[in-house]
């Protein structure tokens, strides 16, 4: 199966700060891979597809980036609606197990 | 409006049984593959099952096989998972998403998520 690793856990940042999450997989994924954003008590919600394609209605301050196996989600200036948990999961795996990140918190500072 | 509306889920005991079901709408249903995506109290996410849009394939997480079945009825716009001897751990907020695909047809994120439903697992 392929292990999806996101770093850092845990990040506190404050407003208008640059934010950089990273996602690693186990194995190589193309880019096939997915960001999403989740707010305490709501569901998921799809920010970035085919690792770099911003969803409809998304921000553009939300950017992702990478191929293979090591991909980033940005944030280019942090706004209060976005401290919430982030996800990244690979979709191109054989049979299909569409696997998540562990996530990472972002915080206020 | 495109819309994942779950239901079903509960207290149940350990060793017990549960359906949950899932009723989408304002999109053609039949024409994607669906999962279940679960989080436990406090944790993150974990697929669950997917299903394909006939029904003619199913993948569960290695923790569930045996014990879940993920179905779908087209006719009524439903997905279904019926949940078998259940344990402490399957406690969690149940997710239904819908899979979006590519103009390839390889499927590329989980675009529509339902709002979750409970499913508590204790004695």
């Known amino acids: 199966d392929i292990q999806l690793t996101q770093s850092p856990s845990f990040l506190s940042a404050s407003v208008g700060d640059r934010v950089t999450i990273t996602c690693r997989a186990s194995q190589g994924i193309s880019s096939y891979l997915a960001w999403y954003q989740q707010k305490p008590g709501k569901a998921p919600k799809l920010l970035i597809y085919a690792a770099s394609t911003l969803q409809s209605g998304v921000p553009s301050r939300f950017s992702g980036s990478g191929s293979g196996t090591e991909f980033t989600l940005t944030i280019s200036s942090l706004q209060p609606e976005d401290f919430a948990t982030y996800y990244c999961q690979q979709l191109n795996s054989y049979p299909p197990t569409w696997t998540f990140g562990q996530g990472t918190k972002v915080e206020i500072k | 409006e495109v819309q994942l509306v779950e239901s079903g889920g509960g207290l149940v005991q350990p060793g017990g049984s549960l359906r949950l079901s899932c009723a989408a709408s304002?999109?053609?249903?039949?024409?994607?593959?669906m999962s279940w995506v679960r989080q436990a109290p406090g944790k993150g996410l974990e697929w669950v099952a997917n299903i394909k849009q006939d029904g003619s394939e199913k993948y569960y997480v290695d923790s569930v096989k045996g014990r879940f079945t993920i179905s779908r009825d087209n006719a009524k716009n439903s997905l279904y998972l019926q949940m078998n001897s259940l344990r402490a751990e399957d406690t969690a907020v149940y997710y239904c998403?819908?899979?979006?695909?590519?103009?390839?047809?390889?499927?590329?994120?989980?675009?529509?998520w339902g709002q979750g439903t409970m499913v508590t697992v204790s004695s």
């Open positions: 998403a819908r899979a979006s695909y590519d103009s390839s047809g390889y499927i590329d994120a989980f675009d529509i």
């Open positions: 304002g999109f053609t249903f039949s024409s994607y593959w």
